[in-house]
């Protein structure tokens, strides 16, 4: 659904200030921001609802207890991120929490309380309770609030069931000093290709962790903006960490519902199937450990023991306390005939975030001007080696405000981009071999869960190396001689982000936080980023790389 019309005539495209691609936290926010300021598109490749803040769960961290700091809050943040953390953004971060809550409270996020005051839990490798949220859909109050403003606002509009295919940039036409010109989007419905101009592009399309055969992530989560940014010129950095969340709820009819790890902040247990706890051999936090330290405890047991899966027991808790605090999870556990206040939940690790991305400033910026990337889409530098619970949603709101403040700094010095070539599909055909996607698709989940999954080998990495460039391959054949769709563009993407996680993890020799190497047990005495080059990257001039 397209919810507004072409500024310039049929043959000039859409044009807008601002075009905000994916329509989640970070880029609702932004929008929000900057719409009393420009006009402002926001694209969404399905319904709203489909993107991973929807889902979450667990709550925003932030220093809002008397009894915390925010000190202690950077200590955690770093000591989690295993050395890789940029202190100065950690600090950044951390010190704009407390401005990121006001500001949702005054777009109506209803946050639980506890008496007079908002409830705060305690996650894992966090020292203090810190984190605020609403009940256990966070996401959802969150996104609902967000979304009922923007749908409401004037300057705000939205595309709706469309995909970006690919940026415009000023190096494609000749012109690299121009940056980032909009993009070119697939209208789902018609299959015609869009024109989107653009004074300034924001990339807030979420991670990539569909890149795994198992993941908390809904499908949307290919890596889009990632991609996207790569092929157009972006360096990114530190692909190789993907947190694997530990407690994925294991049933045969829901292998993507996430159990928040706000459960063992409120004193759940690990158990093996004999009722034995674990995670006291593991770590001196035991339950509450960094997620990489759980999860890869839970795979090592499951390895060891031969077991399908491990259990989360709350049931020691009051069955009134479970229902007030857990509703989402006790109801959705209940379907499927798991009442969590008399039984333990069967659970694995999963897929569930993105630490590594596009290489931004503090202000979001990329290395193309007009360009920018906020939330998971982008590395900012916050996570490290592994993502420490609920820092994510901060980090959306708190790049969301510093991009929108750049942007609006600058809204007077640039220029509406020049018309580009409308988008050409005369050359190609309609496909009659659409089961290569879903076997492509298929293959690449599978090798990465394999190859590239919680515990990794050289050997398994360089299998995963020659896998995804024989399929690279296939998928530009079939993308140069077939008419596009949204199917083949996630597999497009997917595939690229694929093969930027298997670079990234070849070239790290050591072991560290969320990347842990059997051929390189040990810790390096030096904490270096992985940053990857593009192809394109060498040829673009200083001013376009800043």
Not at 147 to 165: C, E, Q, R, W, Y
Not at 485 to 493: A, D, F, G, I, Y
Request: charged share 25%.
């Amino acid at each position: 659904m397209v919810n507004h019309s072409s500024d310039s005539g049929p043959d000039a495209g859409i044009r807008t200030d601002v075009l905000v691609i994916g329509g989640g936290a970070a880029g609702l926010s932004l929008a929000l921001r900057i719409a009393d300021k420009a006009k402002v598109t926001i694209l969404s490749k399905s319904s709203l609802k489909q993107g991973s803040t929807y889902y979450a769960q667990g709550g925003i961290a932030a220093v809002l207890d008397s009894q915390d700091s925010l000190q202690s809050h950077v200590e955690d943040t770093l000591k989690a991120g295993a050395g890789l953390c940029h202190r100065d953004i950690v600090e950044y971060t951390v010190n704009r929490g407390r401005e990121s809550i006001e500001w949702l409270i005054g777009q109506g996020v209803g946050f639980s309380t506890d008496g007079a005051a908002y409830h705060l839990t305690k996650e894992g490798g966090h020292s203090h309770r810190r984190v605020i949220h609403a009940a256990d859909a966070t996401g959802k109050a969150v996104f609902e609030s967000l979304a009922d403003k923007a749908l409401k606002h004037p300057n705000i509009k939205f595309i709706t069931n469309s995909v970006a295919v690919d940026l415009l940039t000023g190096v494609k036409s000749g012109n690299p000093e121009l940056g980032c010109m909009g993009a070119y989007v697939l209208e789902e419905d018609s299959g015609r290709i869009l024109t989107l101009y653009a004074r300034f592009t924001v990339l807030a399309t979420g991670g990539a962790s569909k890149v795994y055969l198992y993941t908390t992530n809904p499908d949307s989560a290919s890596g889009d903006g990632i991609a996207m940014a790569w092929r157009a010129g972006c360096r990114v950095g530190n692909m190789e960490f993907n947190q694997f969340h530990p407690t994925c709820l294991y049933h045969p009819q829901d292998r993507n519902f996430l159990i928040s790890e706000a459960l063992r902040g409120e004193g759940a247990l690990l158990k093996l199937p004999d009722g034995t706890r674990f995670m006291p051999d593991y770590h001196e936090l035991a339950e509450l450990a960094p997620r990489d330290i759980v999860a890869r405890a839970i795979d090592a047991e499951m390895k060891k023991t031969g077991c399908d899966c491990v259990f989360l027991d709350i049931t020691h808790k009051p069955a009134e306390f479970i229902r007030t605090h857990f509703p989402n999870i006790h109801d959705r556990c209940l379907k499927l005939g798991i009442d969590i206040c008399t039984q333990a939940i069967p659970v694995v690790p999963a897929a569930h975030y993105s630490c590594g991305g596009v290489i931004v400033d503090i202000k979001g910026q990329t290395d193309i001007p007009n360009l920018y990337a906020i939330g998971e889409t982008s590395f900012t530098g916050l996570h490290g080696a592994n993502r420490i619970a609920s820092n994510s949603l901060l980090e959306c709101f708190v790049f969301a405000f510093s991009a929108a403040e750049d942007i609006e700094g600058k809204l007077g010095n640039v220029a509406m981009p020049p018309l580009l070539p409308d988008w050409d599909d005369s050359q190609v055909t309609d496909s009659d071999e659409d089961v290569i996607i879903s076997h492509n698709w298929d293959e690449i989940r599978r090798f990465m869960w394999d190859y590239v999954g919680i515990v990794r080998t050289s050997k398994r990495l360089r299998r995963a190396r020659s896998r995804i460039k024989l399929l690279q391959q296939e998928i530009q054949e079939y993308y140069s001689n077939y008419r596009i769709s949204t199917p083949l563009l996630e597999l497009r993407n997917l595939a690229m982000v694929a093969e930027l996680i298997i670079e990234s993890a070849i070239s790290r020799q050591e072991s560290r936080g969320l990347h842990y190497s059997l051929d390189f047990p040990e810790l390096s005495p030096v904490a270096e980023d992985t940053i990857l080059l593009p192809p394109l990257y060498p040829e673009l001039s200083d001013e376009y790389r800043q």
